[in-house]
């Protein structure tokens, strides 16, 4: 038994664990398998981008970030706040239509609860995966609530990212806000 995953990923990896493997003909959405004995493949269409990111579970609902004596598991987090990307760079995927245009992001809320767990969990390191950090207006408040964090609780240590392709004011803001409190 083999499958592909065509687009991203977070609701077709619980789909496919869900099919057994005896199942003949599978109907998972944007994704191929291959039959281990005949060899058949069966791909489904396309799905439709996940435009409501709300419905995309935290993996921190889940995931321990401490061990049995409470010292942090992970000494950096990698997170997405936002999926998407405006431009066509010749070099990258995320703005050809293989992610999306049209950034779109998480909701605030999830990002606050998220942070604030991995701040009192002590891991020292948070590095956004997104493609343009400081291209949307409510990146300033994501700013504002790392500038928070590290007021109140003293991490994170380091906050890495992929700046915006265009610093505009907002971009430079954010920098000398993150800059401003340490």
């Not at 994704?31 to 005949?38: E, L, M, W």
């Not at 990698?78 to 293989?98: H, L, N, Q, S, V």
């Not at 999830?110 to 950090?133: C, H, Q, T, Y």
Request: charged share 25%; proline share 5%; net charge positive.
């Amino acid at each position: 038994f083999g499958s592909r995953t065509l687009g991203k990923r977070s609701f077709t990896a619980s789909t496919i664990a869900a099919v057994s493997s005896t199942d003949s003909v599978v109907c998972v959405t944007t994704a191929s398998r291959s039959g281990f004995f005949t060899g058949a493949v069966a791909t489904s269409a396309p799905r439709e981008r996940q435009r409501d990111l709300a419905r995309v579970p935290s993996p921190f609902e889940v995931l321990e970030l401490t061990d049995a004596e409470g010292r942090p598991r992970y000494d950096a987090v990698t997170y997405e706040t936002t999926r998407g990307c405006p431009y066509k760079c010749a070099f990258c995927e995320w703005g050809t239509g293989a992610i999306g245009t049209k950034m779109i992001g998480f909701p605030m809320e999830r990002l606050r609860r998220d942070w604030e767990k991995i701040v009192r969990a002590g891991i020292p390191n948070i590095w956004l995966a997104d493609s343009n950090f400081g291209a949307l207006k409510d990146d300033i408040e994501k700013a504002r609530l790392v500038c928070e964090l590290k007021e109140q609780h003293g991490l994170p240590r380091t906050f890495a990212t992929s700046w915006s392709k265009k610093h505009s004011p907002r971009v430079q803001q954010i920098v000398l806000m993150l800059h401003e409190h340490g």
